[in-house]
């Protein structure tokens, strides 16, 4: 049992939740953003611009273990980056649990005088690998695609605030390596409903998560995501054709790339002053970061010892909403923060999907065309790639090809290894017997066949 209430200044959602056995309720995770999905849990999505693209959710298990994130064009996989301001509490009773979640106006991006949203609630039993959902409830569907959500009507009288965010700090003792006085400041402004500018001066990331622990055993560098709060602000908009969701094999635009230097990303440039802006207007999609980072005197990159001049590193990203889930965009970066030389790259993407394919089946086609300039080794060259993707619950199918020229750097992005044609291909049968108290049996094939290029 759903019910939803919202005054003037928060959405409150309260969900009942029935079990023929509470004592079997799964409940494991504690930590904020921990995976529940080996929980039971419960999650909302909202689309409060109304577009049926992009949003946020919100998720709850049975502990009061708080999870949340923004929605970007529909993708299946739920990513974590974005932490918002909200409230949640949960608790056992003699026949199940509750969860009461209140989500305050000024945390989302909404529309003034949008009375209607995309709303959407699931509930997950996980012994019994159960999926309750209040609209399209269908097994080819899932809960982060926003085209299929329900209608939470009648939101009158929202009050969002100024849209402004200070987040000054300051920090000093002997502890510091130079021991001084260091001050700074983030300023956050609405420009429009749904779109966000940010200003900062000695950017400050003490507060930052430290990154998890990996083990290398390849010559290629790894894969750290990034945890970095002005970054993570409207990062769904430098998604380009759904590189990076599942095997990053290349991302035009790494935002570790800016204040962290090295193979490993192990040395810090401190930032000196930048400028974001961030988020919609109507059917585009905007992405600008401009950031100019200090000259280092002495910095240890990758076992050598050198200077580091000062730096000014720029990412912009515009996509087009067409039809009513594709879209097509161009995006650009400039700039090397390794400081061997003049670097930039432009390129150019298209993404066509429905959920309609044959009636009610998902099915997507991507396309990305990129192309860098390397000053420091005077070369150009480019990369393309191709996926198609058939995502349902009976017949999961997909194949990705991805081709990187020889002398293809894109020094603002992440790409382990170039010169290199790589084809993945995976293909799952999954179907649901409905007898012999088993409910889906999964048979999974894939491949990944990599070929130097040069």
Not at 181 to 207: C, H, I, Q, S, Y
Not at 256 to 261: A, D, N, P, S, W
Not at 390 to 411: C, E, I, Q, R, T
Not at 415 to 422: E, V
Request: with cysteine; net charge negative; glycine share 10%.
């Amino acid at each position: 049992m759903v019910r939803v209430l919202y005054d003037e200044d928060n959405l409150y959602v309260g969900i009942l939740c029935r079990d023929g056995d509470p004592r079997a309720v799964v409940s494991t995770q504690l930590a904020r953003d921990g995976e529940l999905d080996v929980d039971d849990h419960v999650s909302v999505v909202l689309d409060p611009f109304f577009d049926q693209r992009n949003g946020f959710f919100f998720q709850v298990n049975p502990a009061g273990a708080r999870t949340d994130g923004q929605i970007s064009n529909n993708q299946e996989r739920l990513t974590f980056n974005w932490d918002g301001i909200w409230n949640a509490g949960a608790r056992r009773t003699d026949d199940g649990w509750v969860a009461e979640i209140a989500i305050p106006f000024k945390t989302l991006r909404f529309k003034p005088g949008q009375t209607t949203w995309g709303f959407n609630v699931e509930r997950s039993i996980k012994r019994k690998q159960e999926e309750d959902r209040w609209a399209s409830a269908r097994k080819d569907v899932w809960i982060s695609n926003l085209s299929k959500a329900g209608l939470l009507t009648g939101l009158e009288n929202l009050r969002q605030g100024r849209g402004w965010e200070l987040r000054p700090y300051v920090s000093g003792g002997e502890e510091l390596s130079d021991g001084k006085f260091k001050a700074g400041l983030d300023v956050t402004k609405n420009l429009a409903p749904n779109l966000t500018g940010v200003l900062t001066v000695n950017t400050d990331f003490a507060e930052t998560e430290v990154d998890a622990r990996q083990i290398n055993l390849t010559r290629f560098p790894l894969f750290f995501p990034e945890k970095r709060q002005f970054f993570l602000e409207g990062a769904g908009t430098y998604d380009v054709a759904g590189l990076g969701t599942r095997n990053p094999d290349f991302i035009p635009f790494f935002s570790r790339r800016i204040g962290l230097v090295g193979t490993e990303e192990s040395q810090e440039v401190p930032i000196l002053a930048g400028a974001k802006l961030a988020g919609r207007l109507g059917n585009y999609n905007i992405g600008f970061l401009d950031v100019e980072t200090q000259k280092v005197d002495e910095i240890e990159v990758d076992g050598e010892t050198r200077s580091l001049e000062r730096q000014n590193l720029l990412a912009a990203r515009l996509s087009r909403n067409v039809f009513r889930q594709s879209s097509v965009g161009f995006f650009a970066t400039r700039g090397n923060p390794d400081g061997t030389g003049d670097n930039s790259m432009v390129g150019a993407d298209m993404r066509l999907a429905t959920s309609t394919f044959r009636g009610d089946k998902n099915l997507s086609l991507a396309l990305w065309v990129a192309r860098s300039d390397d000053g420091a080794h005077g070369r150009s060259d480019g990369a393309f790639g191709a996926q198609l993707d058939f995502p349902n619950d009976l017949w999961d199918v997909s194949v990705n090809f991805k081709h990187f020229g020889d002398a293809f750097v894109p020094a603002m992005g992440f790409l382990p290894r170039a010169a290199i044609n790589k084809l993945n291909t995976g293909i799952a049968f999954q179907p649901r017997p409905g007898r012999w108290g088993i409910r889906q049996f999964f048979f999974e094939l894939s491949s990944s066949r990599a070929m130097y290029s040069a």
